[in-house]
């Protein structure tokens, strides 16, 4: 059971959920398309073959290691807005939860980047009275932003 499922309170309801944008895992994807093509090069790389191919599952092996992070950063955080506030929790061993009433909330301004219109992911910044939260890298973050602001 997720935490913000397991902490809703008498009448409140989920009306939107999101998480990371995939490109958390941007060093990753690199790595593996720089496997690939040194893979592709090995081909045509005569006596040293065997050695190009190493390079390549050495990489693709990063690849693997660098994608872990954000791999359990995205699975251990949820990002939640309820008709009654929004959530955000993050971490497995070390929890932080951040919970901010909707009567609260002030202004959430979205930032995004040109790559991030392009593939819609930003960052939130939500002011709630005393509290401020940043979230980066958030997947539709415009659209988590008017289901709130439609409350």
């Known amino acids: 059971m997720s935490y913000v499922t397991s902490t809703l309170m008498p009448g409140e309801s989920i ?15 690199a ?26 599952f050495v990489l693709f092996g990063a690849a693997v290691v660098a994608a872990v992070p954000p791999f359990f950063k995205r ?8 008709n009654k ?5 993050t971490g497995f061993f070390q929890r932080h939860t951040t919970e901010m009433p909707l009567a609260n909330i002030q202004t ?28 980066k890298m958030v997947a539709h973050p415009l659209g988590f932003r008017s289901a709130i602001t439609a409350q």
């Not at 009306?15 to 994807?29: G, M, P």
């Open 15 to 29: 009306v939107a959920r999101t998480n990371f944008h995939w490109v958390i895992f941007r060093w990753s994807i």
């Open 31 to 56: 790595l593996v398309i720089a496997a690939i093509v040194v893979f592709v090069a090995a081909f045509s790389a005569g006596d040293n073959r065997g050695l190009v191919v190493i390079l390549s």
């Open 75 to 82: 699975w251990t955080t949820e990002i939640c807005a309820t």
């Open 85 to 89: 506030r929004v959530i955000y929790k």
């Open 108 to 135: 959430i301004d979205v930032d995004q980047s040109i790559l991030g219109r392009i593939f819609d992911y930003g960052a939130l910044h939500c002011f709630a009275g005393d509290k401020e939260e940043r979230i």
